[in-house]
């Protein structure tokens, strides 16, 4: 970015250490854990107006649309790459900021999209409806729990055509609650599978088992909760349709799904992902979960069992005789 000229011209705006470029090509794909526990995308695929509401245990939210429709799944894709970039970027100890330059192409790339003048189109019109929907959230980010509105993206620009006329290159601004969520390393990494899912609900049901399964031996949860996080607007008897004929398919990424009686779907890791990583997370009974919860109202109780899992990871796995009295004990300490 140009520097200004001393002598009475005007400031410099924009400098170039206000922005962060997009250059990390091998980056993982990462996704933050807050938008993946709670419905924040439709699963639509055509425009999508209605105002989602959502309420689970104390976490409130409302997702208001533009003219222009909800942000989709497949919008996500656009802030799964930013946050790739940022995270691999603060691995390598260099500074980042909420503004991100990045070539169009790359972003298309490696999300697995088409690269035609159309799908450049659709790109701008993802831009879009990120910029344009509305999030009001108690959702706790980096630790703070701030009940605030805010768009999924704050703005966006696209700042070269080529001459044929397609964006070049765009920068992009997150929103304050996206990129506190970065700075607290607060994601996960994707399989780089999850972006040649197509339909939209395979794509969300692999978030909610990569962020509530992980690489434990098994999930269970109830086709009603699975229907609840999901946000799909598909009444349940279709819903649980939709689930079967994933669970036929069976080519999701890192995880198999079945049917058990009672109506639950039970989520296990593929041999890979079971073996990857070291050690399984400690099983922790639902009840430290609740426990965990009303020590930290309003709080995601999954990011915090993933912040403790890093830290027993990071100090070498001991083994723990009682895994659920040694979280509720870090949490204590964690808020003091």
């Known amino acids: 970015m ?34 993946m526990e ?28 533009s003219v222009k429709g909800l942000a989709t799944i497949h919008d996500k894709d656009i802030l799964i790459y930013c946050i790739s970039q940022l ?10 900021s909420r503004t991100l330059h990045l070539r169009a192409h790359d972003l298309m790339v490696a999300t697995n999209r088409e690269t035609s003048g159309d799908a450049y189109r659709r790109l701008r ?37 080529s001459g044929g006329g397609r964006m070049v290159s765009v920068s992009v601004t997150l929103s304050d609650w996206l990129f506190r969520a970065v700075l607290s390393k607060s994601v996960l990494t ?33 086709v009603d909760t699975l229907l609840k996080k999901s946000g ?20 999701l990424p890192d995880y198999i799904l079945s049917e058990e009686p009672g109506d639950i779907i039970r989520v296990v890791p593929r041999g890979d992902m079971a073996a990857a990583g070291g050690p399984p997370v400690p099983h922790l009974d639902p009840g430290s979960l609740d426990a965990a919860r009303r ?9 915090l069992v993933a ?21 509720l004990g870090w949490l204590v300490k964690r808020q003091g």
């Open 38 to 65: 709670h419905p924040l995308f439709s699963l639509a695929t055509r425009p999508d107006r209605r105002i989602l509401t959502y309420e689970h245990n104390g976490t409130r939210i409302e997702v208001i649309p």
């Open 232 to 251: 799909s607007a598909s009444p349940r008897r279709v819903f649980r349709k939709m689930l079967r004929d994933i669970i036929a398919a069976d080519h």
């Open 125 to 161: 019109e993802a831009f879009e409806r990120l910029a344009g929907t509305r999030v009001t959230t108690n959702l706790v980010t980096g630790g703070l729990e701030v009940t605030s509105g805010f768009g999924l993206i704050e703005s966006w620009q696209i700042v070269r055509r």
């Open 190 to 222: 994707l399989n780089r599978d999850y972006f040649r899912l197509r339909k939209p609900l395979e794509r969300r049901i692999y978030e909610l088992a990569r962020k509530h399964c992980g690489r434990q031996p098994a999930w269970r949860v109830s």
């Open 87 to 96: 995270m691999a970027a603060l691995n390598a100890g260099r500074q980042v």
């Open 295 to 303: 020590l930290v109202p309003g709080a995601d109780v999954y990011a």
């Open 307 to 327: 912040e403790w899992d890093r830290i027993w990871r990071a100090t070498g796995s001991p083994p723990l005789r009682q895994p659920d009295k040694a979280f």
């Open 2 to 35: 140009q520097q200004a000229i001393k002598g009475g011209s005007a400031p410099v705006r924009h400098p170039s250490a206000d922005f962060f470029v997009c250059d990390i090509f091998d980056a993982s794909p990462k996704d933050d854990l807050g938008s």
